[in-house]
């Protein structure tokens, strides 16, 4: 298999990934208070994922990522689903977001844009916990525990026929070494491998950036590395200690600056004076970014569609 981000940088400046989809869920009248998150949505309003798809390949997403982050075997099984149908709805979060993909580019006979990809969201073990653990990676298991967890979903998803999948939110190296064991059961597969970050210099768990980075630097699967759900203000240094420990292309896609509590799970706000829903923020940050090494940015957590307009006009603006 060809790498998709490798193909995609070839055709643009930088590449445009898309926002957060719980947010314009919520926007649009879910009700996400619920340990699913937005995976809630596969089965009770899957068109309203349709819909903000398409919504961010409207404003310039290169990217789109599905809405299996926290859709997992045991977090459907547990609601009562079989096996079955839970596969059925980790596939669809996929067939979702290519319907969207494939109808925008329909429309699109003239465009200089390349083709916008497909990127699977595979969560970590916290996310399913439900409990703020994915912000921490304090979890009680080691790496064979998260191969074995996160196995299944891969093998579902991978069928489904994503472009390459989004590893996000890592919290810890040990999660990031297990889902390398796992992608080396498909060999196929292809993988951005994104973490979050406390500070300017380490993700998570406390381990350094630069050691994750390090790591995963050469692997075959692994087409882009970076960090996600992230203040903003974090990013600039991020990258710059992942740019200097490896080529792989950098990939940010930062949340709003606000604080999420987990007890709650409520946003608060930020202490980042730039953190605005207008794309301004981003606008302003985005040269900052591709100057420490970006390669591929986006917004995560509280973002939303006036966001990618304004990275995808920077990007147009380059690229013109």
Not at 277 to 287: E, M, Q, R, T, Y
Request: aromatic residues 8%; negative net charge; contains cysteine.
């Amino acid at each position: 298999m060809t790498d998709p981000i490798k193909t995609l940088l070839a055709e643009t400046p930088f590449a445009v990934v898309d926002g957060a989809l719980a947010t314009e869920l919520e926007r649009l009248g879910c009700d996400l208070n619920d340990s699913l998150w937005s995976a809630r949505v596969l089965s009770e309003a899957p068109e309203l994922i349709t819909k903000v798809h398409r919504s961010y390949f409207e404003a310039g997403a290169d990217i789109t990522i599905t809405s299996s982050y926290q859709a997992t075997f045991e977090g459907f099984m547990a609601r009562g689903m079989s096996h079955d149908e839970a596969r059925a709805l980790i596939q669809r979060s996929v067939a979702l977001a290519v319907e969207a993909r494939d109808a925008f580019w329909a429309e699109q006979a003239d465009s200089t844009r390349a083709r916008p990809l497909v990127a699977a969201s595979i969560g970590p073990y916290g996310a399913y916990l439900a409990d703020g653990s994915e912000y921490r990676g304090d979890y009680a298991v080691g790496e064979d525990a998260l191969v074995a967890f996160h196995r299944p979903r891969i093998e579902a998803l991978v069928e489904a026929g994503a472009d390459l999948f989004a590893c996000e939110t890592l919290p810890s190296l040990v999660e990031a070494r297990a889902l390398v064991r796992v992608l080396s059961e498909f060999p196929a597969a292809r993988a951005w491998i994104t973490f979050s970050a406390k500070d300017d210099r380490h993700i998570s768990d406390g381990t350094p950036i630069a050691e994750c980075a390090a790591f995963l630097n050469g692997q075959p699967q692994v087409v882009a590395t970076g960090v996600n759900c992230t203040a903003l203000r974090f990013i600039e240094p991020l990258l710059v200690a992942m740019a200097s420990v490896t080529d792989t292309p950098l990939v940010v896609y930062p949340n709003s600056g606000e604080q999420y509590d987990p007890t709650t799970k409520q946003w608060h706000g930020s202490d980042d004076a730039d953190c605005a829903h207008d794309g301004s923020a981003f606008s302003a940050l985005v040269p900052l970014w591709l100057s420490a090494g970006a390669r591929l940015i986006g917004g995560c957590c509280r973002t939303g569609p006036e966001d990618v307009k304004a990275i995808a006009a920077l990007r147009d603006e380059l690229d013109s």
